[in-house]
């Protein structure tokens, strides 16, 4: 019913590299992956499969990033080169890219301004944001085979980054009945406390939201759950709740497979999630 909040148990892989995937999306051979913290490079409170360099004091080096990057790369048959990054801002933009846009902030620099939500139609190209809390979400089209990946913390969810996506989606064509979506490791509503400010703003956003929100043992905090508001936006685009996948796994209390910014602080490691369009003729069609 509408109660039920749809979770399934993502697919724990040890290829070298340690990552869940998503049945759903497995089942409509669609390759992705969101990483877990074992089998990269990095050392010390980046140890190991760290994705960037850090925002903290300490930092991970460029050298063992991009070594990360490759490992996880080469679980899709591809080189580092291939991989293109958000350039995250917590802003609201989702841009398209292409071939031009292979190695960004790895092989080749950075986009110049804020892009926290990736989509093509490029076969080929490694699709990749970060989170350590937020919330990671991958697309797909399962009728075009076109992918997207976004990276969506509170202010990207109040401002609808993953809607953003899905519309860009569709305005290339495809069909909301057609997308399939995966969200991943995250902040949860278990854990992710949050001030009266922000409960206020969603709740003035659409007063339906106050549904995502539980007042926390603090006096004046709320719990929020994230994925909550994020399936909520995918519904009303008309995206099913059996096309969208959610693995229910909360960073915060997860455990040591996890980096998370509440737990860790600044001086922590960060994860990543990958897309890439299926392999023409694997896209397996359900009509």
Known sequence: GKGTIMTEA??????????????????????????????GVSA??????NFAQGSGGLRDTAENVLENHARAAAVFGLPVSRVCRSYQT????????????????????PFDGGVDGLYTRTPALLLSVRYADCVPVLLCDRRSGAVAAVHSGWRGTLGGITANAVRALTAGGADAADILAAIGPCARRCCYEVSAELYDAFVR?????????????????????????IRADLRRLGVSDAQISDCGVCTICGGDDYFSHRVMGE?????????????????????
Do not use: W
């Open 10 to 39: 993502f697919v724990r892989h040890e290829s070298g590299v340690q990552y869940l995937t998503s049945p759903l999306l497995d089942a409509h051979g669609v390759p992705h992956l969101f990483s877990l913290r074992g089998g």
């Open 44 to 49: 010390g409170v980046f140890a190991s499969l």
């Open 90 to 109: 917590h802003s609201l933009t989702v841009r398209l890219v292409d071939d031009r846009d292979a190695g960004r902030g790895l092989t080749l620099p």
């Open 205 to 229: 956003k659409d007063g339906a939201l106050r549904a995502a929100f539980t007042p926390a043992g603090t006096a004046g905090k709320y719990l929020l759950d994230l994925p909550a508001v």
């Open 267 to 287: 001086n922590r490691g960060t994860m990543a999630a990958f897309i890439k369009m299926p392999e023409k003729g694997n896209e397996k069609q359900c009509h």
